[in-house]
């Protein structure tokens, strides 16, 4: 580990850390909510799949940067956040256009963990946290995969969902 400088700066990252650590505890809950109700979209099903586990890995590699700066995340903040994703991933599940409204809700929240992680990567950078600069740049390759994903899956998605409106299949999930 680099030597960390300066205790206000330190905080903040700190800080930064713990946060990426709740943001994909909330990923994590969203994603786990939304595989189970894709049986209609067997593609994204298993892309959401295999990014649900990169989030697992990405949380995990957060929890040893911090605990490499003998620090913990925050039960609590990921207790209020976990429940807010939950009751979005709920609230879109009532919605006759599911697919839509969480394909959106998933490229937004990508592109808010692609931010979070390139600023990880350079408060880390700056205070010379070599291991937080390396996991931070790591999720931060995987998140724009996936945001790229997405972003090709936009327009097909959608007319999958409208095909299926049309010829009167449930397209709601």
């Given at each position: 580990m680099?030597?960390?400088?300066?205790?206000?700066?330190?905080?903040?990252?700190?800080?930064?850390?713990?946060n990426a650590h709740s943001m994909e505890t909330q990923a994590i809950q969203l994603l786990?909510?939304?595989v189970e109700r894709l049986e209609n979209y067997p593609e994204i099903e298993a892309k959401l799949r295999g990014h649900l586990e990169e989030s697992k890995v990405q949380r995990t590699r957060l929890e040893e940067v911090l605990e490499s700066l003998g620090?913990?995340?925050s039960a609590l903040k990921e207790t209020v956040l976990g429940l807010g994703g939950n009751i979005a991933a709920l609230a879109h599940t009532a919605a006759s256009d599911?697919?839509?409204?969480n394909t959106l809700a998933n490229y937004m929240f990508e592109h808010f963990e692609i931010a979070s992680y390139k600023s990880l990567t350079e408060m880390a950078a700056?205070?010379?946290h070599a291991p937080g600069a390396a996991a931070a740049q790591a999720s931060l390759?995987?998140?724009?995969?996936?945001?790229?994903w997405i972003d090709e899956h936009i327009a097909s998605t959608t007319r999958m969902f409208l095909d299926r409106i049309k010829?009167?299949?449930?397209a709601d999930h």
């Open positions: 680099g030597k960390l400088i300066d205790d206000e700066p330190k905080m903040f990252y700190l800080i930064g850390l713990r786990e909510r939304q620090e913990s995340h599911e697919i839509i409204k700056f205070l010379g390759r995987e998140e724009e995969l996936m945001a790229a010829a009167g299949v449930t």
